[in-house]
């Protein structure tokens, strides 16, 4: 692996030098963009929409439009605006997992302990072991500031990065039901439903059953075989009919887990 971050965690007056590696990779099928006339590769271009030509990527520069005018921004302005959080991933709290909405988690990252840092790294990852805590922290990575926790997993540190709060919308907009009636034998069987599917949490026994497929057409084509598309009509459940598919499923779960 390639680290995409060098720097130090700050816990207290203790530094612990870390590198941060990307946790997730790619699963999706490689697909290239294709002229259908042809099959020739299409490549995107950076074009000066004044004259029309391309502009190599040493020439191009980042700016913000302010009053009409931009103002261009080097390596340095990014870095002038926050020379510690671009170096220091420094812990604020200590914060209770449990009490983080999963909507706010993003992307997951492993923290490996710098040279010299590996007894101050160990240290902290016990601590919040037998505390149960995370430690919340700010951080810049790529120009921009990242809010996340650092928590226990296994034997290493993992960063957590979480989103703003400002950067959630508001479900106030969603046109919801609010004089929906329920009858007790409805939501007693539908409990009873998830009752009978309720089984320990494996996330190993799930697949990109999509890309699998997606390849086995991609293969069949190859050999000269036509796709065949399956028909499918979905059926909604109507208000009347509720207790009555509910039973049926039931009854379906219960003779597949008997087979």
Same mark, same amino acid.
């Given at each position: 692996m390639r680290a995409i971050w060098s720097g130090a965690i700050g816990f207290g007056l203790v530094n612990i030098p870390v590198k941060m590696y990307s946790a997730t990779q790619d699963s999706h099928l490689d697909l290239d963009m294709l002229d259908s006339k042809g099959l020739a590769h299409i490549k995107y271009k950076r074009v000066n929409e004044e004259t029309g030509r391309e502009v190599p990527w040493? @020439?191009?520069?980042k700016g913000y439009l302010y009053k009409d005018e931009y103002v261009v921004l080097e390596d340095e302005d990014f870095e002038a605006a926050a020379p510690k959080k671009s !170096?220091?991933?420094?812990?604020?709290?200590?914060? $209770?997992?449990?009490?983080?909405?999963?909507?706010?988690?993003?992307?997951?990252?492993?923290?490996?302990?710098? %040279?010299? *840092?590996?007894?101050?790294? $160990? +240290?902290?990852? @016990?601590?919040?072991?037998?505390? *149960? !805590?995370?430690?919340?922290?700010?951080?810049? +990575?790529?120009? /921009?500031?990242?809010?996340?926790? #650092?928590?226990?997993?296994? &034997?290493?540190?993992?960063? @957590?990065?979480?989103?703003?709060?400002?950067? +959630?919308?508001?479900?106030?907009?969603?046109?919801?039901?609010? &004089?929906?009636?329920?009858?007790? %034998?409805?939501?007693?069987?539908?409990?009873?439903?998830? %009752? $009978?599917?309720?089984? !320990?949490?494996? #996330? /190993?026994?799930? !697949?990109?059953?999509? &890309?699998?497929?997606?390849?086995?057409i991609i293969k069949a084509k190859a050999s000269g075989k036509k796709t065949v598309v399956k028909k499918l009509r979905v059926v909604h459940t109507k208000s009347d009919e509720l207790f009555d598919q509910l039973k049926a499923s039931l009854n379906k779960g219960s003779k597949k887990r008997a087979s």
């Open positions: 040493e @020439q191009i520069v !170096k220091i991933i420094e812990i604020a709290s200590f914060v $209770e997992e449990n009490e983080i909405d999963d909507i706010y988690f993003e992307n997951p990252y492993f923290l490996e302990p710098g %040279k010299g *840092g590996e007894k101050a790294y $160990e +240290l902290l990852r @016990q601590t919040l072991e037998k505390t *149960g !805590k995370a430690g919340l922290s700010s951080f810049v +990575l790529r120009t /921009s500031e990242h809010l996340a926790v #650092i928590r226990p997993r296994e &034997n290493y540190l993992l960063l @957590q990065q979480l989103r703003f709060q400002e950067e +959630l919308r508001s479900p106030k907009d969603l046109e919801l039901p609010t &004089n929906v009636r329920l009858q007790k %034998k409805e939501l007693d069987m539908a409990m009873a439903l998830v %009752k $009978e599917y309720t089984e !320990k949490f494996d #996330i /190993s026994a799930y !697949k990109d059953e999509y &890309n699998a497929e997606l390849l086995k």
